[in-house]
Every structure is written in C-alpha cells, then in structure tokens.
C-alpha cells in the first residue's frame, strides 16, 4: 500500500480564498483523522470519521473550518475564507482499530498571506 | 485529566550518548501508549508502544520504561546518532473505550557528532 496519501503538499493563498486539502487514507482503515499542527499548540485533532461519518469535530477552529468524507477512500478539508493564522501543517491520518496505531501522510504545509 | 505531558521541549546530545524524554499522564484509564517520530517535512510515524502489562519493552537502541504507579512513562535513546535527529511525541489512549490518541506536544531531538 502506499500510505496515506495528502495533496497538496504545499499551499500558498490569500487571505479570504478557499483552500481544500486532500486526503486518501489506507485501504481498509476505518479511522480517518484531521490534525492542524503548529509550533505553539503540537498536534492538535481537528476532526475524525468513523466508516465516512463525522464522530467528533469539536477540535475544528471555527465555522470556517469544514471537513467532508464522501467515501472510504476520500476526505477534505475545507477552509472557507482562510487567514493567516490558519498558516500551519496539516496532517491526515488513518487507522483500523480505534485508539492504536495512526498511520500519517507527508502533510500539507498551508501558508495563507 | 485528558493531558499528556512532555518534557522537556527540546534536547541536544552528544552522539553516543543517551537521550530521554519523558511523559506524565492523569487519566488511569489509558492503557496504550506509543511513541512517534517525525522528521521534518514528514509526518509523525510509529516508533515503539507499550501497554501497561510490562514496566519495559526495547526494540534496538529504543526503550520504553513505563512507571504506572507514578503514571510516568519515558523514551530512551541508547548510542544516539545524528540520525535520530527528530522530533518525539509520546502519546496515550484507552482503546477499551473507543478512545482516541491523545499526543504530547512533542521533543525536538538534536545529536551533535
């Protein structure tokens, strides 16, 4: 397999436009996982799904922050209008058990301007 | 009581030497707890995890020592090289629960030749 799967891996935009990140989780894996990470707050869950179903999303900034999961082998997140203090790395991650072992992607670094 | 931990923030060794970070966690009920490292521009991956069993497990150069009662556990990093320049996060769930990783805010490891 070849692990999770982000796109794009950089992102450079203007403050006020939309930004869409990509995510293919690893087949099979059940969990999918939002993190946003920074220098000042370490990794912070933004939302997972469990089988394409948003369980928990009480990690996601602001109403600006949307995340989707259409099927089990796709996920967005969506940032609508970004700014720049949304600049950040963000990372998906995937798992078949709950609570064990997330497999990451590369991350997409996001720099809003 | 969700928290995790970490210490200290970064940390410089000689190579050879030996490298520890350690973690602290509240909430008894965790019961898995894995180590990630991350390179830059990559994302964080599986180095060793414990469960609270066993006081220690080693893989290579890498230990896990776990201290329940004191609700500690830590990283050692025996001969470190340059190589494992990285950053640590320590991390903690309780799958029983249908729980969810809860990571520290991670170590910046440096080892100078």
């Known amino acids: 397999d070849a692990g999770v799967i982000q796109s794009p891996r950089h992102e450079v935009t203007e403050m006020g436009q939309e930004v869409t990140l990509r995510c293919k989780p690893i087949?099979?894996?059940?969990?999918l996982f939002w993190y946003r990470q920074t220098m000042m707050r370490g990794l912070e869950l933004l939302i997972y799904?469990?089988?394409?179903?948003?369980?928990?999303d009480s990690g996601m900034p602001e109403d600006r922050f949307s995340a989707k999961m259409p099927n089990a082998s796709f996920s967005t997140l969506k940032i609508q209008p970004s700014e720049p203090r949304d600049s950040a790395v963000y990372f998906c991650?995937?798992?078949?058990?709950?609570?064990?072992?997330?497999?990451f992607g590369p991350g997409t670094r996001l720099t809003v301007t | 009581q969700q928290q995790v931990k970490q210490s200290p923030q970064s940390l410089i060794v000689q190579k050879g030497g030996i490298s520890i970070i350690n973690c602290a966690y509240e909430?008894?009920?965790?019961?898995?707890f894995p180590w990630y490292q991350q390179f830059p521009g990559k994302g964080p991956a599986l180095l060793i995890a414990?469960?609270?069993?066993?006081s220690e497990k080693k893989e290579g150069r890498f230990t896990i020592s776990f201290n329940k009662s004191a609700k500690q556990f830590s990283l050692h990093i025996m001969d470190s090289q340059p190589g494992d320049s990285a950053t640590y996060f320590c991390?903690?769930?309780?799958?029983?629960?249908?729980?969810?990783?809860?990571f520290g805010k991670g170590t910046k490891l440096s080892v100078k030749p």
């Open positions: 414990i469960r609270p069993d066993v």
């Open positions: 991390a903690a769930s309780n799958p029983g629960s249908q729980g969810n990783l809860i």
């Open positions: 991650a995937s798992s078949y058990r709950q609570g064990y072992e997330q497999y």
């Open positions: 087949s099979g894996h059940d969990y």
């Open positions: 909430n008894t009920a965790f019961d898995y």
């Open positions: 799904f469990n089988n394409n179903v948003p369980i928990d």
